[in-house]
């Protein structure tokens, strides 16, 4: 008798117990897998196609250029990249790629030579021998009469088209790059030690340093269809405007990433409207010219990417990088309308034949003199068919 009662208290006792326990548990969560937040243009998108919010770190705040970029449109459906054929037998890595004004001549460097090849049976029809290492940067002259080249063997060579021989030597220090004025009375050269140098491509005098104050190694140049801008992608990142006729800096395009972003390389669109560069980070940004906005923030690469041409209408844009991937995007809308894995060596160069129906693309192990490059000359027969 004395158990049930004793049964009975303990479960008088539980009773009265029961709710305040039940008051002093946590709310259980209505779910355990939070869905994973939309993202948008406030949020880091990565996809190859779409714009992102800039700088990354979510622990610091963008003030330079912008703090938002445009949505951009629905990637339309891929058109297709075809290989033409592809060019081998060259030294090292082909870092620069250019057709002639006329199109008929295709240059490339290479490991201390300069090759031009027949851009309709795509034979090599001559190797340029003049140059000590690795020739970084080539351009043509814009009648077509004189390549001009840069080189880790501190030297910038100005080269008769007619003859093939060197005309002008020019002793500078490791250069990245090179580019013409569009008149062709100047040639800027961008050097390790930071300093544009404008020469006289006839005698190879001197005529102006533009120095920035800010030192770090040039690895680009690009001077604005209107020949009165030339721009320099820098080794930290920044990106300088410099008026050539007085020397003086107009603006300076920087603390847009807290990423390693190199400006790898740098072209305007046709119209002078827009600044293209590409970057050690994989990122391409589209800057207007005016107002040093980013337009567009796309993901170029799974590595990082450097060649970069616009098409000679202004509207696409090819790009290539580590990844071996040569990408072409819609300028218009940001959208990226074919990609083609060609080779398996990264891809430093990019050119567009100057009736935009073909792409050369310069590829190469770096810092291999002894591994030779390959171009690839693509055609996109549907390309110019996108609405």
């Given amino acids: 008798m004395d158990r049930v009662i004793g049964f009975i208290l303990i479960l008088i006792i539980l009773v009265i117990m029961l709710p305040a326990c039940a008051k002093e548990i946590p709310n259980k969560p209505t779910s355990i897998n939070s869905p994973v937040p939309t993202l ?6 990565t996809t190859e196609s779409s714009a992102t919010l800039i700088p990354t770190s979510p622990t610091q705040t963008q003030t330079n250029p912008t703090d938002t970029l445009p949505t951009l449109l629905p990637t339309p459906d891929m058109v297709t990249l075809v290989q033409i054929t592809q060019l081998a037998g060259t030294t090292g890595p082909i870092y620069s790629i250019g057709w002639s004004p006329d199109g008929s001549v295709i240059a490339s460097t290479g490991y201390g030579q300069v090759n031009l090849w027949n851009a309709s049976t795509y034979e090599k029809i001559s190797t340029l021998e003049g140059h ?41 220090q490791f ?17 390790s030690q930071g300093i544009v140098h404008l020469w006289s491509p006839n005698t190879g005098e001197r005529l102006k340093d533009l120095v920035n104050s800010n030192i770090s190694e040039i690895i680009s140049l690009a001077w604005s269809p209107d020949g009165k801008t030339l721009v320099a992608g820098y080794l930290n990142g920044d990106i300088a405007l410099w008026s050539p006729s007085s020397g003086s800096r107009l603006d300076t395009i920087n603390d847009y990433t807290y990423a390693r972003c190199d400006v790898n390389g740098l072209s305007w669109s046709p119209d002078g409207r827009i600044l293209a560069s590409t970057h050690q980070d994989g990122h391409i940004r ?3 010219a005016s107002t040093k906005e980013m337009l567009f923030d796309l993901r170029g690469s799974d ?13 696409f844009l090819a790009t290539g990088g580590s990844d071996a991937i040569v990408r072409i995007w819609d300028a218009t809308n940001g959208t990226q309308v074919a990609n083609m894995k060609v080779g398996n060596q990264p891809l430093w160069s990019v050119a567009w034949s100057p009736n935009g129906s073909l792409l050369a693309v310069g590829s190469g192990e770096y810092n291999s003199s002894n591994i030779g490059g390959v171009i690839y000359i693509l055609a996109c027969p549907s390309l110019f068919a996108i609405p």
């Fill in 40 to 45: 948008t243009n406030s949020l880091l998108n």
């Fill in 303 to 315: 590595g990082w990417a450097r060649g970069i041409a616009w098409s000679p209408d202004g509207r």
């Fill in 286 to 288: 589209l800057w207007d």
């Fill in 175 to 191: 250069t990245f790059s090179v580019a013409w004025s569009p008149d062709g009375t100047q040639l800027a050269s961008g050097t």
């Fill in 132 to 172: 000590t290492s690795y020739v970084w940067s080539i351009a043509w002259s814009p009648d077509g009469s004189i390549i001009a080249s840069g080189s880790q063997d501190h030297t910038v060579l100005i080269w008769n088209g007619a003859t093939r021989e060197v005309s002008v030597t020019i002793p500078t």
